[in-house]
């Protein structure tokens, strides 16, 4: 059982099963991937998304602003929150900090942050951070805002263990991506080594990313299978146990989505002792 953690089911790529994105899913299924959380980058996006997920039992979505999306009115706390309670999001994202990019500023990137944060801890929802190159002020910003009962994920990770580590101790997740496979990525697959395997999750973010060995190609939820297998192999597990522990990840963070677990998906992990 895999759980694609993060991807973009409304920027399927048309070459993916002709832009299908039910057959998409399908062909997720057929790999055991058996739940999908569709991030949002607008909350313009936010009600077909629900619309989506209203059509597939297995699909859950969040409601967010990414870093670099330019909008002609910064969104209000209170507006978050209401797109996130009205369509039923499980998560507040994705948000965060991109400084490797110049398209928006890194005051007006803040100031979004900020408000993303606040409305999830106001929520209680966890909120889905992206980062890059912006470690300390990304950190500062979950050290102020974020409850850690409550937490996040720190996702498609590319930063270094330190980041992590301190991740983790306010209550946050690390998910890895088809980076990990990438012959120059090293130091994620170190990453995947070293941390604890009851902190990560796994994702395809798609349409991009794809992993090794369809670099090249435009991402799907059904290739979350090749990270997992990855992160197995640099543990020197099985791919059955990554499966079991991620998912239960997912379910203990997104704790909205636990409800909409298949029955199966719940009994198997409380006899495995990994959810209550």
């Avoid at 077909?48 to 409601?63: E, F, K, P, Q, W």
């Avoid at 170190?190 to 794809?210: G, H, K, N, Q, V």
């Avoid at 299978?225 to 379910?251: G, H, K, L, P, W």
Wanted: charged share 25%; net charge negative; hydrophobic share 45%.
């Amino acid at each position: 059982m895999f759980i694609d953690s993060h991807c973009h089911l409304d920027r399927l790529d048309p070459r993916t099963h002709g832009g299908d994105v039910a057959a998409a899913l399908d062909a997720a299924r057929a790999r055991d991937v058996r739940q999908f959380l569709a991030i949002a980058v607008t909350l313009e996006e936010v009600p077909g998304l629900a619309d989506l997920a209203r059509g597939h039992d297995d699909v859950v979505i969040s409601a967010g602003v990414h870093p670099l999306h330019q909008v002609p009115e910064e969104p209000s706390v209170a507006a978050i929150k209401d797109c996130a309670e009205r369509f039923g999001a499980v998560a507040i994202g994705e948000t965060g900090l991109d400084y490797h990019y110049t398209g928006v500023s890194r005051e007006v990137q803040h100031e979004r942050f900020r408000r993303h944060l606040i409305a999830a801890t106001e929520l209680e929802l966890p909120v889905i951070i992206h980062t890059r190159e912006a470690r300390e002020d990304t950190l500062a910003l979950i050290r102020k805002h974020v409850d850690p009962r409550v937490g996040g994920v720190l996702h498609c990770f590319t930063e270094d263990l330190d980041m992590a580590r301190e991740a983790v101790a306010h209550g946050f997740y690390i998910s890895l991506s088809g980076i990990v496979t990438f012959r120059n990525a090293s130091a994620i697959r170190a990453l995947a080594r070293r941390l604890p395997l009851d902190r990560l999750l796994i994702e395809t973010d798609s349409p991009y990313l794809a992993p090794v060995p369809h670099r090249g190609k435009p991402n799907e939820p059904a290739w979350v299978v090749e990270v997992a297998e990855c992160i197995a192999a640099e543990r020197a597990i099985s791919v059955e146990e990554v499966a079991m522990q991620t998912t239960a990840n997912f379910y203990h963070l997104f704790r909205a989505a636990a409800p909409e677990a298949p029955a199966e998906i719940r009994e198997t992990l409380a006899k495995a002792g990994l959810v209550g």
